[in-house]
T-cell receptor, first 112, second 121 residues
């Protein structure tokens, strides 16, 4: 089992729709969870961080964490073509809080 | 200081040559990381510094790779005797860090540089 798993996509949604991106992780000791956005040819940029169970909202983005299910998700409301990018899920492992382990990323395409 | 700076941005080299990449982190950040990313994959951890101390090296980092952060500021990543399989984007990141690992404080939020793309012919 891979440490961090994401559906590679591509995920295609129409403009204005809700995009739902999912991620599962294998280490129950993981404590910190991140979503990064990466445009083609660019470096990752932080979108959201979440550390406790539940939802965390920031503008059009909502991160959801369920540690019991080892599941973290990112919802993007009112999707825009500028949201088209690869979204990377990253987690820290238990006992190694400084090192992020990334999933392969999910390619999101928002169609005008 | 507007972010993490990496150079060169692109490097094309012939197999067997040595290459060196430089990273200048955000000045107040004491943690510095090197990651490698290939097409269609997420970044893979290579190594990590807390100030000038290299605290962890991935098994991905063969003996041809060496990283330094001599004064706890900028870092270099050198690849000796490059191979075609070394072709990748090399990403540097930094984070604030604290003396105590308070994970909820954002101390472990990584800010990435633009990356250095290596092509080995």
């Amino acid at each position: 089992q891979k440490e961090v798993e994401q559906n590679s996509g591509p995920l295609s949604v129409p403009e204005g729709a809700i995009a739902s991106l999912n991620c599962t992780y294998s280490d129950r000791g993981s404590q910190s969870f991140f979503w990064y956005r990466q445009y083609s040819g660019k470096s990752p940029e932080l979108i959201m961080s979440i550390y406790s169970n539940g939802d965390k909202e920031d503008g059009r983005f909502t991160a959801q964490l369920n540690k019991a299910s080892q599941y973290v998700s990112l919802l993007i409301r009112d999707s825009q073509p500028s949201d088209s990018a690869t979204y990377l899920c990253a987690v820290t492992r238990g006992g190694s809080n400084y090192k992020l382990t990334f999933g392969k990323g999910t390619l999101l395409t928002v169609n005008p | 200081d507007t972010g993490v700076s990496q150079n060169p941005r692109h490097k094309i080299t012939k197999r067997g040559q040595n290459v060196t990449f430089r990273c200048d982190p955000i000045s107040e950040h004491n943690r510095l990381y090197w990651y490698r990313q290939t097409l269609g994959q997420g970044p893979e951890f290579l190594t990590y510094f807390q100030n000038e101390a290299q605290l962890e090296k991935s098994r991905l980092l063969s003996d041809r790779f060496s990283a330094e952060r001599p004064k706890g500021s900028f870092s270099t990543l050198e690849i000796q005797r490059t191979e075609q399989g070394d072709s990748a984007m090399y990403l540097c990141a930094s984070s604030p860090g604290t003396g105590v690992l308070i994970y909820s404080s954002g101390a472990n939020v990584l800010t990435f540089g633009a990356g250095s793309r290596l092509t080995v012919l």
